[in-house]
């Protein structure tokens, strides 16, 4: 069979590293600090590579943030931008609220007790499909300018910042605290947003903003006045928004799903979107249009989409695997700091004055965005891809965030729908690095790559991928594949299989592959760096001065390898489906790896297992885990490599009742007793319809609506109803009318609905408990 031979020049390739924005730095007392060069944040005279998940605290219940938090920090974010909404706080003009779910001082005091970064994003405006844009209501009514440097506008805004100043006082990088960073405005001079005070009638939006850098200059010294004084300050750069760098870090992004184009009604297909092809940012690109040298200031992200909201307009299913392909992409074309737009869903507050605080084309109340971490804290598809490559990025991040971004010729120039071409990009230095190579692209058909081939020129020789023959990978998925790579003096001079991360106990060094979906394994390493080598199972061959290894595919294999000095190390080549399954933690001062796919949450208490079942495996590595964790527990099973444990509790079957009011109208009679039982950690509603849009209420209360979209629709109800005997819950579906139209051609004063029929259904209601198990 044919294969298709691919080649780039990586000779003669010199570093461009040096110092960069030397107003942005910081130390805190115990003397640690971090700066910036032109390619990533160094702490600690250490390249770090960032990795922000936006989590809204005022749109989530604050009696769970802890855990969530937890599972965050699980999945690998490090820092945690967060809106502080201005209409979620002070709603009735000179009436600030900051309690139950809107305590952001109790929200950062969990950030730092599980030693997460923050970046706070103060506004004044921020849309986040925020009614307003997060203005309130009676900013309109004030006789001023909005988003410029009106002197009754920044009033408002001195008042706004010195509040959440007192919030959050003692809580910076420089008190020791865990703030950051301070994001001034959001989209300045690029973006408005309705002013909802007048949609239906007017149709009037908010500016996008004026006077330019002087007016976030202005905010950046309102903010600091009021004490908000970080090491960081960021702005949004795309669309031509200002983000000079002598004032703020320009923070960029990418979205593959854009609710907003179909505000134009002469659109009426998604494109597919140029953001899954290689690019360098180093230099201008699409969607990267920066107003200063890109050489000189590194590529930062903060909106890369984690997700997207349903808008009214357009119902979609985002594809979870479109979110790590874009991390691949960006990671590849230059970004060590990247930053997902959100990594956690939530829900908007009911409002005082005005009863929802949305923007009019997204649901009421439900933002779950469709995110890794979803409105009631479920775990999606999106954050086991996630995980894994956030720990490649943090384990190696002293000598990745270095490699600089090498194209082949012609990559930028590929169609979005042109899914033949293979998609691939090298970051490297000195000869060692990765081969980037992205098989996803949004809003078309995607194929599989069969017998690809990819040729590495090197100053001193030439690499392969594969040594022999072509590669596979399965359609809509990526990969990172190493070469010359340096494992305890052993070379590993190709790979065909991506690394995760590596731990140390004691004298032992263990590394963790994976293969990506459709590849088969493939290691071949320097035979004079070499002693000796082992493998469960596969095949070992040697061919000239090099060793070729071809791990088993269809179960975990490990390679134990003694290198020239003697020194021992050992590979653990793991399925795909083991790599979504794999967890690295800290317990204690022992590194441990455990499988399951049950969400773990680790803090000093021990492990907690989140699960809809109640029966959940565990899988650990002979040896690779601390010895007192699973002492209680009982073996299910063991092999060479590795033990098996199940964890099982009673099953609980959550009782309801249903009493039909019409095809899409129901009330619901729901038992919430079992939410009082230490091993039930939520109940949730799971809505199968067909219909426009759901809407949920309890005690005449609006908890939760849907824009349907294909997707079951899901309602925790443990922070939505009260626990008792007999809760109430009124589900009711609005329905798709056929060749709907509104008549007004009566002469009197009326107008009435006619239509051809109504698409509307309840399809299936179940009530599911979520399991939570302690070790």
């Given at each position: 069979m044919k294969v298709f031979e691919h080649s780039i020049n990586l000779k003669n390739q010199e570093s461009d590293i040096q110092p960069a924005l030397p107003q942005l730095h910081g130390k805190d007392p115990n003397g640690n600090e971090f700066s910036f060069t032109n390619h990533y944040m160094v702490r600690n005279n250490h390249?770090?590579?960032g990795i922000c998940g936006e989590f809204h605290f005022s749109r989530y219940n604050c009696d769970e943030w802890e855990d969530e938090l937890i599972k965050m920090k699980m999945a690998g974010i490090n820092i945690i931008p967060t809106y502080v909404i201005w209409n979620h706080h002070e709603e009735v003009?000179?009436?600030?609220?900051?309690?139950?779910?809107?305590?952001?001082?109790?929200?950062?005091?969990?950030?730092?007790?599980?030693?997460?970064?923050?970046?706070?994003?103060?506004?004044?405006?921020?849309?986040?499909?925020?009614?307003?844009?997060?203005?309130?209501?009676?900013?309109?009514?004030?006789?001023?300018?909005?988003?410029?440097?009106?002197?009754?506008?920044?009033?408002?805004?001195?008042?706004?910042?010195?509040?959440?100043?007192?919030?959050v006082h003692g809580l910076f990088y420089k008190d020791g605290g865990p703030i950051i960073g301070i994001q001034l405005e959001n989209e300045f001079q690029h973006a408005g947003a309705a002013w909802e005070i007048t949609t239906g009638t007017s149709g009037e939006w908010i500016p996008s903003g004026s006077d330019g850098n002087e007016h976030i200059k202005t905010l950046k010294k309102l903010a600091k006045d009021a004490g908000m004084i970080a090491p960081i300050y960021t702005g949004t750069g795309w669309g031509g928004a200002v983000a000079k760098t002598d004032t703020v870090l320009p923070l960029w992004g990418g979205y593959a799903f854009w609710p907003w184009i179909f505000y134009d009604k002469s659109i009426k297909k998604h494109p597919a979107t140029p953001e899954y092809i290689y690019r360098d940012y180093h230099y201008p690109t699409y969607n990267f249009d920066p107003q200063y040298d890109p050489k000189k200031v590194p590529y930062a992200a903060c909106e890369m989409g984690g997700g997207m909201t349903v808008f009214y307009g357009y119902r979609f299913k985002l594809p979870y695997q479109s979110v790590d392909a874009m991390t691949n992409v960006k990671v590849a074309s230059g970004c060590n700091f990247v930053g997902y737009y959100v990594f956690h869903g939530g829900s908007n507050p009911l409002g005082i004055k005005t009863p929802y605080l949305n923007e009019n084309a997204t649901p009421k109340v439900s933002y779950d965005y469709q995110a890794p971490l979803g409105e009631f804290g479920q775990t999606r598809p999106s954050y086991y891809r996630l995980k894994r490559q956030h720990y490649f990025f943090t384990t190696f991040e002293d000598k990745f965030c270095q490699m600089e971004t090498i194209l082949p010729d012609g990559s930028e120039d590929i169609k979005p729908e042109d899914v033949k071409k293979l998609r691939y990009s090298i970051r490297q230095k000195d000869g060692s690095g990765y081969v980037f190579v992205n098989n996803y692209q949004d809003h078309v058909k995607n194929e599989d790559k069969k017998n690809e081939a990819i040729d590495l020129e090197l100053d001193n020789e030439k690499l392969r991928f594969p040594y022999d023959g072509g590669f596979n990978l399965d359609k809509e998925e990526s990969c990172i594949l190493p070469f010359n790579l340096n494992i305890k003096d052993v070379l590993l001079k190709t790979a065909t299989v991506q690394l995760i991360t590596k731990i140390a106990q004691g004298d032992r060094q263990i590394y963790f592959f994976y293969q990506p979906r459709g590849m088969e394994p493939e290691y071949v390493f320097?035979?004079?760096?070499?002693?000796?080598?082992?493998?469960?199972?596969?095949?070992?061959?040697?061919?000239?001065?090099?060793?070729?290894?071809h791990p088993e595919s269809s179960e975990m294999t490990k390679i134990d390898l003694t290198n020239s000095d003697g020194k021992q190390v050992e590979l653990y080549t793991l399925t795909n489906e083991e790599s979504l399954n794999f967890w690295k933690f800290t317990y204690g001062d022992h590194e441990n790896v455990i499988f399951t796919s049950a969400q773990l949450l680790v803090d000093d208490n021990g492990l907690r297992f989140e699960s809809s079942n109640n029966e959940i495996k565990i899988k650990v590595i002979n040896d690779l885990i601390s010895d007192d964790l699973l002492s209680k527990l009982t073996v299910a099973s063991k092999n060479e490599l590795t033990t098996d444990y199940n964890l099982i509790t009673d099953k609980i079957i959550p009782s309801f009742s249903k009493e039909r009011i019409t095809d899409g109208k129901v009330l619901l009679s729901v038992n919430t007793t079992d939410l009082v039982k230490d091993s039930v950690k939520d109940l949730r509603l799971k809505i199968d319809y067909q219909g426009d849009i759901g809407y949920a209420f309890y005690q005449d209360k609006l908890i939760n609506d849907n824009y349907a979209n294909g997707r079951t629709w899901e309602i925790g109800l443990r922070h939505t109803v009260n626990v008792g005997n007999d809760e109430k819950v009124y589900i009711s579906i609005t329905p798709i009318r056929k060749e709907q139209e509104i008549k007004s051609d009566s002469p009197m004063a009326a107008r009435s609905e006619v239509d051809s029929g109504e698409i509307m259904n309840l399809e299936n209601i179940e009530l599911k408990p979520i399991y939570e198990f302690k070790i």
């Open positions: 390249p770090f590579f003009k000179g009436h600030f609220d900051w309690t139950g779910n809107k305590d952001l001082c109790r929200f950062i005091l969990l950030c730092k007790k599980h030693s997460i970064d923050v970046i706070l994003r103060i506004g004044p405006w921020d849309h986040g499909e925020a009614r307003n844009g997060g203005f309130p209501d009676w900013l309109y009514a004030e006789p001023l300018v909005t988003r410029s440097n009106d002197k009754r506008y920044l009033g408002y805004v001195k008042k706004l910042y010195d509040e959440i100043g007192k919030q320097d035979k004079q760096t070499v002693k000796d080598i082992q493998i469960t199972k596969g095949t070992i061959n040697q061919e000239n001065d090099l060793i070729i290894v």
